[in-house]
């Protein structure tokens, strides 16, 4: 009795066994569900969807103006400190001092791509850019200044 | 892997598990009095992973400390955002537009089936098959996709915020949620035949790691730990929130409280999902995706409690507040140190290789265990 109820056991062990290995012997000689992704080989046709946070930048456009008003909103919405704006004086043609953006110091080391920084910016200043490939040899590297040098923020930008 | 630290009088054996080790799926250290094979004793030892969260939180506004919870629990990372924005909110009373909510509800189902998706992989490779773990991934990859597109990120989204969701849903979205729900029930059955239904499988499950109705109560269980015991603990069922009370879902309940009852809620949770998923994706309400709501949030003085059911159990959490902008004390109820703490428990008296098959259905996080 014993013997018999081990041997059903056994057979329908090795029954259960093989239905799923059909299913992966399925797969196996059928290759037109290929999913993986031959990174880094296909690094020209990756495409990465348009709102992934990989970076913070500050677009420019072509006569090299933004559009920041050195307002410290993102570094105050900034959970770990990864933004510190350095703010200058500049002195408009009436003569008046008025505040500006001297360099938007980012450390891309700290920064956890939550985007409550692009939130919070008042005036669209900076957006999260769909870079992922950040390691360097010198974490210096890290720390960029977003605003380009010699840059100055667009006319009509409050 | 095993190391051997010493013999003690009555010829048990002392030996770590972890804290480096592929099956506890973390840093978690388990040191196991063992008398030949059998385990007399399991004594977690956590602290390896402990970024002091809970205190990071008391630092940091109300608008900022959700992206830290991400991190607790990554695989529900979406839920634990979602309870902390509830619990601001409660504090702060304010109205969350219908659209956020159904929003918020499907990303959270969204989540729940990712989570179990890659638990049923990876608990599937801890019992020796490995194919199952990509055939999971195949499928959690699909949601990886939907949320990469609509939130930016694959696992720390950070989308919820106080008042609502930070983005309008992507103008993809809906097709790709019914891809993926089509996707899904067309692919289920291999999951039953390569893994449910392996006899070898559920000789490895069934009657391995029997935990009772009464001990899960005792031992503060939930999520589907306790479900597989038959203790009705659904916090979406019992204090419903967001539109969960309009839903139509039933709660996963299995009563044989062993492995192989754990394994089955999850399996099953994952089709309640569905159901909720698409109850709602076709009928999301126009309209704002989040309230307005001041610039800096000041939550009035007070004490403040928001419990959900993540992928793994009650979340709950709590907010002390003096009135300021950051929160006086924050502390969070996570479901995987209960669900730990009966590892003990149920492991004694069983032999050393099934406490694989119990580790791997209390499906434990180990950055949520340990915050
Ligand atoms: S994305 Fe988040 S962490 Fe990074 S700079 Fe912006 S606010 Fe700071
Ligand atoms: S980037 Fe935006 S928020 Fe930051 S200083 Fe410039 S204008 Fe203000």
């Known amino acids: 009795m014993f013997l018999k109820e081990y041997i059903k056991e056994v057979y329908s062990a090795v029954k259960s066994l093989l239905v799923g290995m059909r299913r992966t012997g399925y797969y196996f000689t059928h290759h037109k569900e290929i999913i993986t992704q031959q990174y880094p080989d296909n690094r020209a046709t990756l495409h990465l969807p348009e709102r992934f946070k990989g970076e913070v930048v500050m677009p420019h456009d072509n006569n090299n103006e933004h559009r920041c008003t050195g307002c410290t909103a993102c570094e105050l919405a900034c959970p770990n400190g990864t933004i510190k704006v350095v703010t200058k004086f500049d002195v408009t043609p009436e003569g008046k001092k008025k505040k500006a953006v001297d360099k938007l110091v980012y450390h891309l080391e700290l920064c956890t791509m939550c985007n409550l920084c692009v939130e919070a910016c008042p005036s669209d200043a900076i957006k999260m850019a769909q870079t992922f490939e950040h390691s360097v040899y010198d974490r210096n590297m890290l720390t960029k200044i977003l605003n380009n040098p010699g840059s100055k923020i667009m006319e009509g930008v409050e | ?371």
């Open chain 2, 1 to 371: 892997m095993v190391e051997t630290i010493g013999n003690t009088a009555e010829g048990n054996m002392i030996i770590n598990v972890g804290p480096q080790h592929p099956a506890t799926h973390g840093v978690l250290h388990l040191v196991i009095t063992i008398n030949g094979e059998t385990i007399q004793k399991v004594e977690p030892h956590l602290g390896y992973i402990h970024r002091s969260i809970e205190k990071m939180c008391e630092s940091l506004t109300y608008r900022q400390f959700i992206y830290v919870t991400s991190r607790m629990d990554y695989l529900s990372a979406h839920i634990n955002n979602h309870a902390c924005a509830l619990c601001v909110e409660k504090g702060l009373q304010i109205e969350v537009p219908t659209r956020a909510q159904y929003i918020r509800v499907i990303m959270d189902e969204l989540t729940r089936i990712a989570s179990h998706e890659l638990w049923w992989g990876a608990m599937a490779m801890d019992l020796g098959a490995f194919t199952p773990f990509f055939h999971a991934f195949r499928e959690r990859e699909s949601i990886n996709d939907i949320m990469e597109e609509t939130c930016g990120a694959r696992l720390t989204m950070n989308y919820m915020v106080p008042g609502g969701v930070m983005q309008d849903i992507h103008p993809d979205f809906q097709r790709k949620v019914k891809a993926f729900i089509q996707q899904f029930k067309s692919k289920f059955s291999e999951y039953n035949e390569m893994v449910t239904g392996n006899i070898i499988f559920q000789n490895r499950m069934k009657q391995v790691g029997v935990l009772s109705a009464e001990d899960a109560i005792s031992y503060g269980c939930s999520g589907p730990a306790a479900r597989g015991s038959g203790v009705s603990c659904d916090i979406r069922k019992i204090y419903p929130y967001e539109i969960y009370n309009t839903l139509e879902f039933e709660e996963v309940l299995e009563t044989g409280g062993d492995s192989f009852a754990r394994y089955m809620v999850r399996l099953n949770e994952m089709h309640q999902s569905i159901k909720i998923i698409e109850q709602l994706i076709d009928n999301i309400p126009e309209g704002d995706f989040q309230a307005k709501t001041k610039a800096v949030l000041k939550l009035p003085k007070g004490e403040f409690y928001q419990r959900v059911e993540t992928a793994r159990g009650e979340l709950g959490v709590y907010i002390v507040s003096e009135g300021g902008t950051t929160p006086y004390r924050i502390k969070f109820r996570s479901p995987g140190f209960s669900n730990l703490s009966v590892l003990d428990h149920i492991a004694r008296g069983s032999k050393l290789g099934d406490l694989v098959a119990m580790m791997g259905t209390l499906d434990l996080v180990i950055p949520d265990i340990d915050r």
